[in-house]
T-cell receptor, first 113, second 112 residues
Framework: DQQVKQNSPSLSVQEGRISILNCDYT??????FLWYKKYPAEGPTFLIS?????DKNEDGRFTVFLNKSAKHLSLHIVPSQPGDSAVYFC????????????FGKGTHLIIQP | SAVISQKPSRDICQRGTSLTIQCQVD?????MFWYRQQPGQSLTLIAT?????????ESGFVIDKFPISRPNLTFSTLTVSNMSPEDSSIYLC?????????FGQGTRLTVV
């Protein structure tokens, strides 16, 4: 049973436009959510996170929105740049993370010139 | 796609002892990574496990403390040596192939 779902394996966006990556979860105990970015042959790097007590967190071009009632979060990248082309993973944990992160399967974002 | 089996899922160990964590992938993968995730924190890359050669360690991690083996394209082990309570953490195996990445379920280690 996949508790964190990223239903779009890939997404293509034109440079300069907004990229929206979506993530759904089923475990209502999740209280902290993270987005990671991963280039091929490299480990994932942390991008941005959000606690369940918030509905929005912004850091530069990256904004994460959380809709607890819908168990849905999204990552917005504005404006999209060529260097944003990567795989993006949504991850979640509960109870301070003592039991580790649960990852989605990732969305491959392709930024087109 | 690939499925990663990581063992043990959790363990409680005495300080001064060592624990070896195994990571088995159900298909051949190009790259395997080992991470540490301390409670409430993000992932920290320990090393890249290289098939047939010594692992590539990140700053702050050394082979004597975290020896890694990767005898083939489907299997790797991470040993946490001479453990102290500060090593209590979750250790996560990851694999990558064909530009796709996969994660194990992690090993929750408590050192007492």
């Amino acid at each position: 049973d996949q508790q964190v779902k990223q239903n779009s394996p890939s997404l293509s966006v034109q440079e300069g436009r907004i990229s929206i990556l979506n993530c759904d979860y089923t475990n209502s105990m999740f209280d902290y959510f993270l987005w990671y970015k991963k280039y091929p042959a490299e480990g994932p790097t942390f991008l941005i996170s959000i606690s369940s007590i918030k509905d929005k967190n912004e850091d530069g071009r990256f904004t994460v929105f959380l809709n607890k009632s819908a168990k849905h979060l999204s990552l917005h990248i504005v404006p999209s740049q060529p260097g944003d082309s990567a795989v993006y993973f949504c991850a979640a944990y509960s109870g301070g993370g003592a039991d580790g992160l649960t990852f989605g399967k990732g969305t491959h974002l392709i930024i087109q010139p | 796609s690939a499925v990663i089996s990581q063992k043990p899922s959790r363990d409680i160990c005495q300080r001064g002892t060592s624990l070896t964590i195994q990571c088995q992938v159900d298909s051949q993968v190009t790259m395997m990574f080992w991470y540490r995730q301390q409670p409430g924190q993000s992932l920290t890359l320990i090393a890249t496990a290289n098939q047939g050669s010594e692992a590539t360690y990140e700053s702050g991690f050394v082979i004597d403390k975290f020896p890694i083996s990767r005898p083939n394209l489907t299997f790797s082990t991470l040993t946490v040596s001479n453990m102290s309570p500060e090593d209590s953490s979750i250790y996560l195996c990851s694999a990558e192939t064909n530009r796709e990445a996969f994660f194990g379920q992690g090993t929750r280690l408590t050192v007492v």
